[in-house]
Every structure is written in structure tokens, then in C-alpha cells.
């Protein structure tokens, strides 16, 4: 626990001790790195492209399944992009977003706290992402579970800065979407009060101009039985969305300096919707969906 305390520097672990036992994984000296230092030394990106010659992990080899992490902005798509790669890898996805969801419908002791953070569109404390991630790869361990897709954490420099202490990242993948298709996709989004499936109602149609190609995201309806029990998340405003957007690229963006400047990040602009993305990022990653050929060809 005091290595833990020193890694979060100075923020207040409240947690159990068991509940941190994947941070515990850091000897007492482990040392810090210095994100300044690496910041200096990054290299400029380019779109699609992983920098470094490390070849990208295939889960070839099933002695070693992936550990990748997915960032991008909020509603840009990570969990659906995540969670199709987590099935077709045969990886656990773990979505931080979910797991603060799931203790906010749990009236838990972080509850009411979570509630206020999440409805001012503010990021989640470090010392709350990693307890309810610690409890999460516990529950996986215990279930035999190896490998996983982070889709939400990192989102600090300091969680980057653990995460690396405790596992090696094999790649991160940072998808990118125009930010007035953003706004559109963040504001259409809907969840079935029922069965709690995801939709999104926004029909997104931009004209390309000045040499800019366009975009066409068709909208992601719900079946028949679920329209009129559709619900919009209380953080969906355009106040709250512009609220998170502003934090994300003023915390999280240093983030994807840091693995830049490690060599394992792939950036990758959305070009549409799934249709038009899942083939080329499949592409990018030098992987192929079997299950998704044959449902076309069909």
C-alpha cells in the first residue's frame, strides 16, 4: 500500500489492501518516469501509423494474448470498436466506463460521488479508476482470464505511468473523429431503459469541401420493441459533452505523447461508420474478421 501511495503521489488510497493487489505488483524501487523528458523526444505522428519497429501482436502466439489499450475521445466509438476486437482476439474488454456505471446503478458508498462527478461531465479521480479497475482484473484472474482491452485508461499521465509499472503494453490504438461528428454521435446516443442496449439516432452527413473528404455515419436505430423505451444518459448534453471534450484533450492528450514516444501507438481516423472503419481498422492492425467476411458474403 505504501508503494501504491507513492505512485499516485500523494493522493489517498482508501481502498482495501486486497482490492490493489495488481499495484502491488511494483517493487519499492521502482522508479518513475520522467514524462518531460520523453515529451521532448516525440516524434510528429502520422495518421494510421505506429511508430518503432516493434511488429504489432497478433495473438498468434496464445501463450501471450494481447494487452492493448484503446484511447480516443469521449463517444468516439472506443467501447464498440473494443469490445468487437475483444471477440475476435478472445480477450476480456474492460471499459472504465463501465465499471463507474456499474457502481452508480450499485448504490455503493461511491454512488452519490460518482453521480456528481459524471453529471458535471469531470474525469473520474485517479484514486476511484484504480480501485474499481484493481477489483475488476481481480475478478478476471480469478476467473482464469489472460490478456485484456483497456477502453478508458489510461487517461492521465500518472495512471500511464502505473499502468507501465504493473504490465507491459503491447499496443495502444487512438481513434480519431471530427469533432462536429463527435458532438452529433455524443448527443444522438440512446440506451434502452429495458434491456439496456446502446443506439444512437443521429444520422451524421458531412459534405466534404475544400479538398476535405466527407462523412456519412448512418444512424444506429433500435429494434421495434425497444423505440419507445429509449432513454438519454443524464451526462448527454451539449453543455456536459463540450465540458469533456475540453478535459479530455487538456489531460488526456499527453497521454498519447506517452506512448508515442515509446513506439506503440497506432493512430487511426475513423472514416465513417462501422461499415466503412471495421475493415480498414481490422487493415491497419494487420488482422482479419472471418465471421464478418462470411456475413457479407451472404
Known amino acids: 500500500m505504501a508503494v501504491l501511495n507513492r505512485l499516485l503521489l500523494g493522493v489517498r488510497a482508501r481502498a482495501t489492501t486486497t482490492s490493489y493487489s495488481k499495484f502491488r505488483a511494483f517493487s519499492s524501487s521502482c522508479s518513475i518516469v520522467n514524462p518531460e523528458a520523453d515529451l521532448k523526444a516525440s516524434p510528429p505522428s502520422s495518421s494510421s501509423s505506429l511508430l518503432g519497429s516493434k511488429p504489432l501482436p497478433l495473438c498468434q502466439d496464445h501463450r ?7 484511447l480516443g475521445c ?17 480477450v476480456p474488454h474492460i471499459a472504465t466506463g463501465d465499471l463507474v456505471r456499474d457502481e452508480l446503478s450499485s448504490s455503493g458508498p461511491l454512488s452519490s460521488q460518482l453521480a456528481e462527478i459524471v453529471n458535471q461531465g469531470q474525469l473520474v479521480s485517479d484514486e476511484i479508476i484504480i480501485n474499481l479497475l484493481s477489483k475488476r482484473l481481480e475478478a478476471g484472474e480469478a476467473k482464469g482470464e489472460s490478456g485484456f482491452i483497456l477502453d478508458g485508461f489510461p487517461r492521465t499521465i500518472r495512471q500511464a505511468e502505473i499502468l507501465e509499472g504493473v504490465t507491459d503494453i503491447d499496443l495502444v490504438v487512438n481513434l480519431k473523429l471530427r469533432e462536429e461528428a463527435l458532438l452529433a454521435k455524443c448527443l444522438g446516443r440512446r440506451i434502452c431503459s429495458e434491456c439496456g442496449g446502446n443506439y444512437n439516432v443521429a444520422c451524421i452527413d458531412i459534405k466534404g469541401e475544400d479538398g476535405s473528404p466527407g462523412m456519412y455515419m448512418a444512424p444506429l436505430l433500435p429494434p421495434p420493441h425497444c423505440a419507445s423505451k429509449l432513454i438519454t444518459r443524464p451526462d448527454d448534453t451539449e453543455e456536459v459533452v463540450k465540458e469533456r471534450l475540453r478535459i479530455y484533450y487538456e489531460m488526456t492528450q499527453p497521454v498519447e505523447e506517452f506512448y508515442r514516444s515509446r513506439g506503440k501507438l497506432l493512430e ?9 472503419s471495421w475493415p480498414k481498422l481490422l487493415q491497419a492492425l494487420h488482422l482479419e474478421d472471418h465471421d464478418d467476411k462470411q456475413s457479407a458474403a451472404a
Do not use: C, M, N
Open 64 to 70: 501471450h494474448p494481447v494487452q492493448w489499450v484503446f
Open 74 to 90: 469521449p463517444g468516439v466509438g472506443k467501447g464498440t470498436y473494443a469490445s468487437r476486437l475483444s471477440k475476435l482476439l478472445r
Open 268 to 276: 487511426f481516423d475513423l472514416p465513417g461508420g462501422i461499415p466503412e
